[in-house]
């Protein structure tokens, strides 16, 4: 067989194992980047000793354990930070807070908040802004695994030095030891900070709204997503916004090529803060 030919095959493989994963599950990877999906695959064929990408979706279909433990997890990219991008944190300290400050209570949605670190970011910035007690963070994710695991509050001891100067250049007004305890080699975080906050399995591309938003986080996942799927997720955002609630996304993403642009103001072209449109 060419090599033509085997690269053949493995795009109709491709394709059969994204739509067994959608009929049997309703998880809709078909706008996923080819690239990423094939990149994972290729990974879990060498971890699993599987000889083709069929033998994976064999697997998948009868073990839904399999589907939701490995492939489920492989294929979604949970790679987060504390005040990833610090001045996206800077600006929601500095200019939306004070906004938010002037409402009896705030709820915020984090969505695709991973393994929660973002979750302990806005929960330090709230306590130091004294609006911790006073807002409802929600906390969701397709990938239980990731939420349960921001649950517990425990990272490595390696990342706090990044996360340090992160908390820093975010504008944060404390010691940011302040926040952990370190035991051996891992750091675990107050749980104190989680005491509003709601952790909920929720697809995004599945599932509808459920919260009226001040603010909406949602910084790293869009960019996995092709026009069409973003154009429902920011629906989506906008039927869970309130008038002149915000979004954020991540820093390599934008709205500029959505449809649904016209229903938000742009606060930072740099920081990708939205506002959604008083008036429509
Ligand atoms: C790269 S992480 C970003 C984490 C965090 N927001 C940040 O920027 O640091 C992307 C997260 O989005 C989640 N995700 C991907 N697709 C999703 C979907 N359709 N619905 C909900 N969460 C999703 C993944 O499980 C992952 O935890």
Not at 37 to 54: A, G, P, V
Not at 55 to 66: A, D, R, V
Not at 110 to 120: L, R, V
């Amino acid at each position: 067989m060419t090599e033509n030919e085997l690269l053949k095959i493995e795009e109709i493989e491709l394709k059969l194992f994204l739509q067994a994963i959608y009929l049997k599950y309703g998880y809709d990877f078909d706008n996923y980047t080819k690239k990423h999906i094939k990149r994972r695959i290729k990974r879990r064929m060498q971890l699993d000793n599987f000889s083709s990408i069929s033998k994976i979706t064999e697997k998948l279909l009868y073990s839904e354990e399999y589907f939701r433990k490995i492939i489920l997890k492989d294929l979604s990219i949970n790679t987060t930070e504390m005040f990833r991008y610090p001045e996206f944190f800077k600006m929601i300290r500095e200019d939306i807070i004070p906004i938010l400050r002037t409402y009896p209570s705030i709820n915020i949605w984090h969505a695709g908040a991973s393994t929660g670190e973002e979750i302990f970011s806005m929960a330090i910035l709230l306590k130091e802004e004294g609006l911790l007690e006073k807002t409802n963070i929600y906390a969701t994710d397709f990938n239980l695994n990731v939420l349960n695991s921001a649950k517990k509050g425990i990272y490595s001891m390696e990342k706090v030095k990044k996360w340090t100067k992160n908390y820093q250049e975010a504008g944060g007004k404390k010691s940011f030891a302040e926040y952990y305890i370190a035991k051996y080699d891992s750091v675990i975080f107050d749980s104190a900070l989680l005491k509003n906050v709601t952790f909920l399995e929720h697809n995004l591309v599945e599932d509808g709204s459920f919260i009226e938003a001040n603010l909406i986080i949602c910084r790293n996942v869009f960019i996995y997503f092709n026009n069409q799927l973003q154009e429902r997720i920011l629906k989506l955002f906008l039927d869970s916004l309130t008038r002149g609630g915000f979004l954020g996304l991540g820093s390599k993403e934008s709205i500029k090529y959505n449809e649904s642009k016209e229903k938000f103001n742009e606060i930072s072209f740099k920081n990708k803060i939205y506002q959604k449109k008083y008036l429509e």
